[in-house]
């Protein structure tokens, strides 16, 4: 179960914001405290090494040259070359003719953003027999310089010696990966798999967005101990902060998932641990830092380093293509003039925001605002003008109201503020409140953008209608009454703020 950051229980305890604000964690009260920060360099060694370890036959090559920067041993011996047999090749010289155009394509697909696959690809053995494999292509930071990781296992009927245990787990990858746009999903059931290959009792998952970090989450056993988790998640911390990752704990989404098919935890130490980058893919950087831990000091062997570090990179394709999507979805749902919601993005919120008012029978207040006179505005100053004012007005708004409350722009100089848990006589209260504030700003605007020429600024007033939803209405019905409301006001003289009347009343 997902824990959220209010609640009490081990999460609270273990938060970033406690162990980043110098709050000592239980394990820290023997006299043991030391962070684990793993540099660039340090964990791209750690990620060469899980390479390098694998049995899979894994070749990196750099975008602009193809030249080969490094190959693991199973990839040598898979096409019979010697250990320094790839020193200044291409991997265009180990590819066949025949097969260049389907291996560039494939490289231009991880390029691209996301992981490329081809079914057959072909290979040349040292002998010139050419060999045929299902290749994996991503794209990787191999000591600062982009790069392509080529991973290769059997085709139908090939062996390439990777084991069942791997075979079996990149099938799964495979066939889950590419098809889920719900990223929680996706690394739900792959972390399921992964587990029975690589047996874990806690998974750290960081995430990394614009520099900052954006998400953490432990995956862990069910009742866990707190020491055990501070311990692994304080590791991760600390390489973030050695990578230059800022970290803002308030804006930071935290969060343990207990799950019956991970093994409890039942010491308090960490004894083994892997710890790698969750690699770029279609953006610069470090997508974050994936960590496994163990209570016993033997938990892993060479073969899981392997598996790991694959696994981190089909987190880093399906969370790519859950960020665009969400991205994608953020830009439909936001109006481009002032950033807030926008019409569509409102009804959507706010159905959830009133079903979630009525199933725990606490109000909601709904605020329609409108410029007074918009129009005086932009046949004096110019749209630009008007539309510097709208944006203006909309920072107000917005810092008018709780982080919680919903700011949209209801289409033209209207807007739509949703307040859960306040009533309409508070809501009559914050109108006032917001409509003196406006009245007495003056928005500031530059030269460039009045038709009238340069002015100190410019004011304006808003008129504003309030009304609170009543017991199973419909969004429409009560964005009617609101609006009722709010021309009520204008009529009465504009400047002011208007509640909507109970029926039967005038």
Known sequence: ???????????????????????????????????????????????????????IPTVVAGVSTGEVLGANSAFKGLLGLGSDA????????MVPG???????????????????????GKFLHRTGRVLQCRVQARLVLFLGQEAIELALWPASGESTGITDKAASFFKDLVQIAPYLHDFDQVLDRILERFAKAVPFQAFVMSLVEDGELARITIYTGQDPL??????????????????????????????????????????????????????VTGARGVHGVGGLFHQDVNAFCSEDTGLFSAFVGGIASSYLVYYSFKRLELQSHTDPLTGLVNRRGLFL??????????????PITLLMVDIDH?????????????????????????SSVREMDLVARFGGEEFLMVLPGID?????EIGERI?????????????????????????????????????????????????????????????RVSVEQEEGTS
């Open 349 to 362: 919120q706010l159905e959830t925001m009133m079903a979630m008012a009525r199933r725990e029978a606490r």
């Open 226 to 279: 707190e020491e055990f988790l501070s311990h692994a998640q304080e590791e991760i911390l600390g390489s973030l902060l050695h990578l230059g990752v800022r970290i803002q704990p308030m804006r930071l989404q935290h969060s343990v998932r207990e799950r019956g098919w991970i093994p409890r935890v039942g010491e308090p130490r960490v004894g083994s641990r892997l710890i790698l980058p969750i690699p």
């Open 1 to 55: 179960m997902a824990t959220a950051c209010q609640q009490e229980g081990v999460f609270g305890r273990i938060s970033p914001m406690a162990m980043l604000s110098g709050k000592r964690v239980p394990w820290q009260s023997e006299g043991v405290h030391r962070t684990l920060g793993l540099s660039m360099e340090v964990l791209h060694e750690q990620w060469w090494r899980a390479v390098e370890e694998s049995r």
């Open 435 to 495: 409509r003196t504030e406006v009245a007495s700003t003056t928005f500031q605007v530059s030269a460039s953008s009045l038709k009238g020429g340069p002015l100190p600024g410019i004011r304006i007033t808003i008129s504003i209608g309030v009304g609170e939803m009543r017991p199973f209405e419909e969004v429409d019905r009560v964005i009617s009454r609101v609006d009722t409301a709010l021309y009520r006001a204008k009529g009465q003289g504009r400047n």
């Open 374 to 398: 918009f129009k005086a505005v932009n046949d004096r100053w110019g749209h630009q003008a008007g539309d510097e004012v709208l944006k203006q007005l909309a920072q107000v708004l917005r």
């Open 98 to 120: 025949e097969a260049w155009d389907e291996m560039g394509a494939l490289a231009e697909r991880a390029l691209g953003g996301g992981e490329g696959f081809l079914e057959r």
């Open 86 to 93: 790839l020193k200044g090749t291409s991997i265009g010289d």
């Open 424 to 428: 309409a006589k508070t809501g009559v």
